[in-house]
């Protein structure tokens, strides 16, 4: 089931690769430094732009949320649906969906 990346997981992507996000002052801002306190490792990351999102999926042979998948998420699920819950769904035929 997809989920939301951590800090722990993007730190190790950028020291992995040598990735140099477009915004690197904003990435792991929060943390004070390149390496995510412990209490922030398993927290999902922030300040990532959609660049950087898109380097991290292809790395992973992922892809990304496509634009109307969250809303289907929040009129399926109604009350039950969990804010920064990543829901599962399948490869689209959408033409906004992109397969990395």
Known sequence: MPRPVNNGEFAAFLKATGYRPRFAESILE???????PPELIDRPVVYV?????R????RGRARLQSEWERPAAVD???DRFV???VVGT?????PDSTAL
């Open 30 to 36: 929060h943390c004070n430094g390149p390496e995510p």
């Open 49 to 53: 732009g959609l660049e950087d999102a």
């Open 55 to 58: 380097a991290f999926a292809e």
């Open 76 to 78: 399926t699920l109604g």
């Open 83 to 85: 804010f920064n819950e």
């Open 90 to 94: 399948k490869a689209s035929a959408s």
